[in-house]
């Protein structure tokens, strides 16, 4: 009847929602450091051959004008990508914070249950008891 009214409760989120965001990021972060090194050998390897142009006996300059237009339009690239993967990074740790703040918060709140139940078990006039004895 209730379900009517209020509707259906939503699901609770799973425990291991957290890590496999971590992994997928971390994934993600792989994936862009290997794009990053490619970026990285085609920069040089362009900037090799624009210096063989140079050092012919007859320069291919516009060849070599065109080879250093080509690495620097790679290296904006490249640095977006540099961008994308600190974003991934800021949030990989943000996401691992959440995390442990929710572990410690879930502890802290099993702790204090726990702590509840043996009051309950032991009244305070009953410790107080005991240490009167022990004190006698």
Same mark, same amino acid.
């Given at each position: 009847?209730?379900?009517?009214?209020? #509707?259906?409760?939503?699901?609770?989120?799973?425990?291991?929602?957290?890590?496999?965001?971590?992994?997928?990021?971390?994934?993600?972060?792989?994936?862009?450091?290997?794009?990053?090194?490619?970026?990285?050998?085609?920069?040089?390897?362009?900037?090799?051959?624009?210096?063989?142009?140079?050092?012919?006996?007859?320069?291919?300059?516009? #060849?070599?004008?065109?080879?250093?237009?080509?690495?620097?339009?790679?290296?904006?690239?490249?640095?977006?990508?540099?961008?994308?993967?600190?974003?991934?990074?800021?949030?990989?740790?943000?996401?691992? $914070?959440?995390?442990?703040?929710?572990?410690? $918060?879930?502890?802290?709140?099993? #702790?204090?249950?726990?702590?509840?139940?043996?009051?309950?078990?032991?009244?305070?006039?009953?410790?107080?008891?005991?240490?009167?004895?022990? $004190?006698?």
């Amino acid at each position: 009847m209730f379900r009517r009214l209020f #509707g259906d409760s939503k699901p609770r989120e799973n425990r291991d929602d957290a890590r496999r965001t971590i992994e997928q990021l971390k994934q993600s972060e792989d994936l862009l450091n290997k794009k990053i090194e490619k970026f990285d050998e085609e920069i040089l390897d362009i900037q090799n051959k624009a210096r063989q142009f140079l050092n012919k006996p007859n320069p291919d300059r516009p #060849g070599a004008i065109r080879l250093i237009k080509r690495r620097k339009q790679l290296e904006v690239q490249r640095d977006k990508l540099y961008q994308m993967k600190e974003n991934l990074e800021l949030v990989n740790e943000r996401v691992q $914070t959440s995390h442990f703040n929710r572990q410690v $918060t879930e502890s802290l709140n099993i #702790g204090q249950q726990h702590l509840k139940r043996s009051q309950k078990a032991m009244p305070t006039k009953k410790i107080e008891e005991i240490l009167d004895n022990i $004190t006698e």
